[in-house]
T-cell receptor
Framework: GQQVMQIPQYQHVQEGEDFTTYCNSS?????IQWYKQRPGGHPVFLIQ?????EVKKQKRLTFQFGEAKKNSSLHITATQTTDVGTYFC??????????FGAGTTVTVRA | SAVISQKPSRDICQRGTSLTIQCQVD?????MFWYRQQPGQSLTLIAT?????????ESGFVIDKFPISRPNLTFSTLTVSNMSPEDSSIYLC??????????????FGPGTRLTVL
């Protein structure tokens, strides 16, 4: 099936700094979802993007869907220790099946 | 939203044995899935648990190894059969609400952490 590639695999961030994680596909995506998994926890839904060029904000998190619907990004400003975890992008396919990217694991230096 | 519980939360098993994991949802849901998350890895879909019929397995997963039951719209079980150390993973069930107006998000259970010795 269609794969979504996610970079970087690891992101070490100084508290207060910004960072971005990227999700790319070789084919056009009908949608992209983002999940956050805290250490020892389970994935929790953050957002779904469906429109070309869509931008959605949740407090310090900004999600974008590319114009060609082949890439997406998650940008976090003023990183806090509560942002620690792994962020996954995922493609929602037929029959509601999710195909996850490899994830970006974020650690924060206080 | 949906609240999902899984039993057991973790287990340590001997190779060659089988473990059945239970997933209970607090509301009726049409779509229920089982995922595997190997240590330090992403999530991989094992199968779709279909109510009243055989589960639909993804490539690389077979019914003999991962039999699944779905007797009703709130409950499912996944059995990991004839276990080997390579089966050591977190197993998660998830549900998605498909009614009009639903956001399409999946809700995940807390997972079952399995270690096979």
């Amino acid at each position: 099936g269609q794969q979504v590639m996610q970079i970087p695999q690891y992101q070490h961030v100084q508290e207060g700094e910004d960072f971005t994680t990227y999700c790319n596909s070789s084919t056009t995506l009908s949608n992209i979802q983002w999940y956050k998994q805290r250490p020892g926890g389970h994935p929790v839904f953050l957002i779904q993007l469906v429109k070309s060029g869509e931008v959605k904000k949740q407090k310090r998190l900004t999600f974008q869907f590319g114009e060609a619907k082949k890439n997406s990004s998650l940008h976090i400003t003023a990183t806090q220790t509560t942002d620690v975890g792994t962020y996954f992008c995922a493609r929602l396919g037929n029959d509601y099946k999710l195909s996850f990217g490899a994830g970006t694991t974020v650690t924060v230096r206080a | 939203s949906a609240v999902i519980s899984q039993k057991p939360s973790r287990d340590i098993c001997q190779r060659g044995t089988s473990l059945t994991i239970q997933c209970q949802v607090d509301s009726q849901v049409t779509m229920m899935f089982w995922y595997r998350q190997q240590p330090g890895q992403s999530l991989t879909l094992i199968a779709t648990a279909n109510q009243g019929s055989e589960a639909t397995y993804e490539s690389g997963f077979v019914i003999d190894k991962f039999p699944i039951s779905r007797p009703n719209l709130t409950f499912s079980t996944l059995t990991v059969s004839n276990m080997s150390p390579e089966d050591s993973s977190i197993y998660l069930c998830s549900v998605v609400q498909t009614q009009l107006g639903a956001r399409g998000e999946q809700f995940f259970g807390p997972g079952t952490r399995l270690t096979v010795l």
